[in-house]
C-alpha cells in the first residue's frame, strides 16, 4: 500500500504536515523502520531524548489510506513528529506497504510505544470524545470527493 503527501496532509493537518516536512528534511527522523502495515521511527524534537512513533497504516474500501499514530511526545498522536516519520517512508521510497484495510487496523491492537506513554493531561471525557471522533473518521467509507479536506462533526451526548 502506499500514501501520498495528501493523505499525511488529511491525517496530520496543515500545520503539522508543514513541520514534519521541516523535521524530515533536517534530518531529525532515525531508527526509521518499515514493517510493512507500520512505521516505526524516531524523532529528534527540542528535547535531549527523540519521540518515538509507531504509526499504521491501512486503506478504505474507497481506497483511502489512514493511519492510526502514536507518539510519545505530549501531543500524543497526529503530531510533527509523526509527520516527518511518514516523509522519511516517502524520502526512502519505503511509502509502500502492505496488510489489509480499514476493518484490519480497527480491530487490530492499538499502537503501542515501549514504554507506556505517560498519562494525556486531557480530562478522561475530552480524550474519550477524541477517540471516538478518530474511530468514526476510520470507519469512514462515504466516499468524500478526493478535492474535500474539511468536514465539520457534530457530536451530541445526553447527560440523562
Not at 18 to 42: C, H, M, P, T
Not at 131 to 157: S, T
Request: aromatic content about 8%.
Amino acid at each position: 500500500m502506499t500514501y501520498s503527501e495528501n493523505d499525511i496532509l488529511f491525517h496530520i493537518g496543515p500545520r503539522a504536515l508543514e513541520a514534519g516536512l521541516i523535521y524530515q528534511e533536517q534530518r531529525r527522523v532515525s531508527g526509521f523502520e518499515n514493517q510493512g502495515d507500520a512505521v516505526i521511527a524516531k524523532v529528534q524534537g527540542n528535547e535531549p531524548k527523540p519521540y518515538q512513533q509507531v504509526i499504521k497504516i491501512a486503506r478504505t474500501s474507497a481506497g483511502k489510506a489512514i493511519f492510526a499514530s502514536e507518539c510519545s511526545c505530549p501531543v500524543g498522536a497526529k503530531c510533527k513528529l509523526g509527520a516527518a516519520a511518514m516523509f522519511e517512508g516517502l524520502a526512502r521510497g519505503s511509502a509502500s506497504f502492505g496488510g489489509g484495510g480499514a476493518r484490519d487496523l480497527m480491530q487490530s491492537p492499538a499502537p503501542r510505544l515501549q514504554p507506556p506513554l505517560p498519562a494525556q493531561s486531557l480530562p478522561p471525557e475530552l480524550a474519550t470524545w477524541f477517540e471516538d471522533l478518530d474511530q468514526a473518521r476510520l470507519r469512514d467509507e462515504d466516499g468524500y470527493p478526493e478535492k474535500q479536506r474539511q468536514r465539520i462533526v457534530y457530536v451530541q451526548r445526553s447527560t440523562d
